[in-house]
């Protein structure tokens, strides 16, 4: 189909949301803190202001003080901030109850902290619509089967009673999606609403909300690292950096004529499909000076990845299914075929990535592999071990060569530890030595990805989503595996510090010889790390070869599918509508007894292969 465009924004509209001199401070050891300092700009309807900046620099704190949600105790909201001509600061409590949610609803950053995991999802989303509307249950359920549809969520009138734990990260997230629309709010305030999703997702999401806001005349606080999402959606974008707004423009001014080097360096710092072309390495993203704004150029790392040599990780016909049991007696009447005879070899030193759509089976295949799911079958060899045949002791030291860093890391961190117990923990529950000697490790990796040691007292609450994320990293760092399995590992950064992170991967890579499954949706970052990539659909892969070739030469539809859906960083597709694709994604889910056909590949040149349709 070809590109449509929207209506622009609405500029001789009343702003549906004004914010003048918004300040937000924390009590820290007694004293006001301020995070946010005099936040100034308004909204008109149909208008997408984008707000953009380091982890850290107070964008989520800016969404958090307009919908009143940060604690009264603890913090301090001053400044006006009007929405549809109602003061919202000084509102009653009961009253601003009524406005979140209806007036103007929020997409968090990390789903699995909005969903409770208690109730349906079903049940939670349709109580958004009973709560603020005179509708019945009932009424309210075809509604909400309506928004699953919509956000594409597959078989939703079958998924309507399931749990959150049994959706996939990008799954939550559009349940989350989905619920934030429910009421078509005059204000939608996206906090990195994207992150969870897959490319092909995330570009239908981002042409839903142009959608609503054609027909609702919506407006949309949109906040995000990611600089082609912000290309392709805002109208307007405020650069914020350490609390405070820097610059603020036009979409198409900042890309093209920022004037604060924060924001060159941001630009700078970008990932660009097809910036890979004629190398055959991975490369480090360019080092940033915050202070000139300018950037080195890209620096390929040194082939290290020796394929004469047996492979750290070995995997042959990898299945991975989960019963459906159902009737009285809980027979078995199906199965989730979530991984299919996968197949791959991974060596020191090197970086597979797996990419693919959200539910394709990438984060299964990661577990299955360290057996934190259990395989059905096929053979899985790990630095040695026959994985498949360990015992709950081999199976614990099997786990020194290999970690993982999950996708969420609000999940992976244990809300009443301290940072600097969770990261020190592997060392000490693995006897490697004193837990002095675990501290000062501790202290050193925080360094290395961007923390400081200082940071150890405090716990994951009191942390953004980015600097979460680096603390589960700097934690899977400190058994010294030779295996590390990243499951989205650096979807939750903003771009400079993703640059910083992939590139201490990098280097990690290079010093300790690590091999990396890189399992994403970002296709620009896969594209700069790995030297090998494998497509996967429907718990199959459907192509796999060297990087260069897979991105150059694209044989199967799905790869060809993927790329096209990956953001642009170019203001000029603003207006533009891909209209992609919104068929329902097939579901895995296949009936007791059901034999999967044989697949064949060919070989497109060395290495790269693409499976027969």
Not at 44 to 67: D, F, N
Not at 468 to 473: L, W
Not at 567 to 584: G, H
């Amino acid at each position: 189909m070809s590109d449509t465009h929207v209506k622009p924004a609405d500029a001789a509209a009343s702003p549906v949301l004004k914010v003048e001199n918004l300040t937000t401070s924390f009590r820290v050891n007694g004293h006001w803190r301020s995070v946010v300092r005099n936040m100034n700009f308004s909204i008109a309807p149909r208008e997408t202001v984008a707000i953009v900046g380091e982890s850290g620099s107070g964008k989520s704190v800016t969404s958090l003080s307009l919908m009143r949600l940060l604690p009264k105790s603890s913090s301090k909201i001053e400044g006006k901030v009007t929405l549809g001509g109602r003061e919202l600061l000084s509102l009653p409590e009961e009253e601003m109850r009524k406005v979140r949610g209806n007036d103007i609803s929020m997409i968090f950053q990390e789903p699995m902290t909005s969903l409770n995991p208690i109730f349906p999802i079903g049940k939670q989303i349709a109580e958004a619509l009973t709560v603020h509307q005179n509708m019945s249950f009932n009424d309210a359920k075809a509604e909400v089967l309506r928004l699953l549809d919509k956000v594409r969520i597959p078989n939703a009138k079958g998924r309507f009673d399931e749990y959150p734990h049994q959706f996939s990260g990008g799954m939550r997230q559009r349940v989350m999606i989905a619920m934030a629309l429910a009421s078509r709010p005059k204000l939608l305030i996206a906090d990195e609403p994207t992150t969870a999703l897959d490319v092909t997702i995330q570009g239908q999401i981002l042409d839903l909300i142009k959608d609503l806001q054609e027909e609702e005349g919506m407006a949309v606080l949109f906040i995000t690292h990611d600089m082609g999402v912000v290309a392709e959606i805002a109208d307007r974008t405020i650069v914020m950096f350490r609390g405070d707004t820097v610059e603020t423009g036009s979409t198409d001014d900042i890309f093209h004529r920022g004037q604060h080097p924060y924001t060159r360096a941001l630009l700078a710092a970008v990932p660009r499909l097809g910036s890979m072309q004629d190398r055959a390495l991975p490369a480090k993203f360019p080092i940033i000076d915050i202070q000139s704004g300018e950037a080195q150029p890209l620096v390929e790392v040194i082939d290290t990845v020796d394929k004469g040599k047996t492979p750290i990780l070995e995997v042959k016909d990898l299945t991975t299914r989960f019963a459906i049991r159902s009737g009285i007696f809980g027979r078995q009447t199906g199965a989730v075929h979530a991984v299919e005879n996968v197949s791959f070899d991974l060596f020191a030193g090197e970086t597979l990535s797996l990419v693919g759509e959200s539910g394709c089976g990438k984060s299964t295949t990661g577990r299955s592999v360290t057996r934190l799911v259990e395989p059905t079958s096929g053979q899985v060899t790990l630095d040695g071990y026959n994985v498949m045949n360990l015992d709950r002791t081999t199976l614990r030291t099997m786990r020194r060569s290999v970690q993982m860093v999950f996708q969420d890391p609000f999940a992976s961190l244990n809300p009443r530890m301290s940072v600097g117990s969770a990261v020190m923990e592997p060392f000490i529950e693995h006897n490697l030595g004193s837990k002095s000697d675990a501290r000062d490790k501790a202290a050193d990796l925080l360094t290395k990805v961007g923390l400081s040691p200082d940071m150890m007292r405090r716990y994951p609450h009191e942390f953004s989503g980015g600097q979460r994320q680096r603390i589960a990293i700097a934690r899977s760092l400190m058994l010294d595996p030779k295996v590390i399995v990243a499951d989205e590992a650096v979807s939750a950064l903003d771009v400079s510090i993703k640059a910083q992170v992939c590139n201490l991967l990098l280097d990690l890579q290079q010093s300790l010889n690590l091999a990396y499954l890189f399992i994403s949706h970002d296709m620009a970052v896969v594209e700069r790390v790995s030297h090998r990539v494998a497509v996967m659909y429907l718990g199959e892969i459907v192509e796999i070869g060297p990087r260069a070739a897979v991105f150059d030469n694209p044989q199967h539809p799905y790869t060809k599918k993927l790329m096209a859906a990956v953001p642009v960083p170019d203001p000029a597709r603003r207006a533009i509508k891909r209209n992609l694709s919104t068929d329902e994604i097939k579901s895995p889910v296949r009936p007791a007894g059901y034999v999967p056909p044989v697949r064949s590949y060919r070989q497109v040149s060395e290495g790269h292969l693409v499976q027969v349709e």
